[in-house]
């Protein structure tokens, strides 16, 4: 974690491997430089949408390496409040919704940016699918996509470039990754089962965060009795989040909004509050 909150990152994967830098000229008459997937690095793990929204330690997803990662900023949301967002987002980013077009991975990841560090991604990933569609050959090639890639990619598992021998479905079946924040709050994913050639993921969004508490306790990493000596940083960090925290759940518990609205509220409350804003360190 960074003194003054948590890193941000998004990171880029081309699920063409490089097929798009080559052929998009000849077959859409103009370059494309990859297929984009995303996903946005936070709390030490990797969240993105596909087979419903997922998540797994930084740098573990089957989708490799990243040819890129992009640094979105910083923010003070707590993790089990970002977790609650998810759950609430979660109805919107399922297996039956996905669109390779209108309703993917990367526009998971721009509302994700948005919440947490009230930024977008870039827009040549946002881009993409109009760039294709806009090429004479755009209409075919969105055709054979949604015939081809949907499946795999609303099933959660990640498309094959054409080799030039037999491909396997790689690895076996995957335990279950899952990240536990100290306060119980839990994201599950059971990666995958396989039946013959066919990938089923199941996520599981366990919400454990319990509403009516007034404040968050931050545990100390040393020191008797939970004092930090010598770290102002580190103790103006813990009071923005437990504030942050406090001022989420009192806005539960007038149940006029949404817990993904009122984290929002909450975190904008705080930060002005602090004079956190960018306009006032300028």
């Known amino acids: 974690m960074a003194e003054d909150g948590y890193k941000v990152s998004l990171n880029v994967y081309d699920l063409s491997q490089g097929l798009a830098r080559q052929l998009s000229t000849t077959f ?16 030490g793990n990797e969240y993105y949408f596909g087979g419903g929204i997922q998540s797994a330690p930084a740098g573990s997803t089957p989708y490799g390496i990243p040819i890129r990662v992009i640094d979105l900023g910083t923010t003070h949301v707590p993790q089990d409040v970002f977790e609650v967002y ?15 077009l209108t309703h993917n991975c990367n526009n998971f990841s721009n509302e994700v940016a948005q919440f947490l560090v009230d930024a977008s991604i870039p827009d040549y990933i946002l881009n993409l699918p109009n760039e294709v569609l806009s090429s004479p050959m755009g209409a075919v090639i969105c055709s054979w996509g ?5 499946g795999t990619l609303r099933a959660g598992a990640v498309p094959q470039t054409p080799q030039f021998r037999p491909s396997a479905v790689a690895g076996s079946n995957q335990a279950a990754v899952s990240s536990k924040p100290a306060n119980g709050s839990t994201i599950q994913l059971t990666k995958t089962k396989v039946e013959g050639d066919a990938r089923k993921p199941e996520t599981e969004l366990t ?10 306790k931050v545990s100390s990493p040393s020191g008797a009795g939970g004092a930090v000596g010598g770290d102002p940083l580190g103790d ?27 984290a929002a509220l909450a975190t904008r409350r705080v930060m002005q509050r602090y004079g956190h804003m960018s306009t006032a360190q300028s």
């Open 86 to 100: 998810l759950d609430d987002i979660g109805t919107r980013y399922t297996a039956e919704t996905y669109s390779l």
């Open 207 to 216: 919400k454990g965060v319990h509403e009516q508490t007034q404040t968050k």
């Open 236 to 262: 103006a960090r813990s009071k923005v989040q437990e504030e942050i925290t406090s001022e989420f759940a009192a806005i539960m518990a007038a149940g006029n909004l949404r817990a993904s609205e009122a």
């Open 28 to 43: 859409l008459g103009k370059p494309i430089e990859g297929i984009w997937h995303t996903g946005v690095v936070v709390y």
């Open 146 to 150: 949604r015939e081809n890639l949907e």
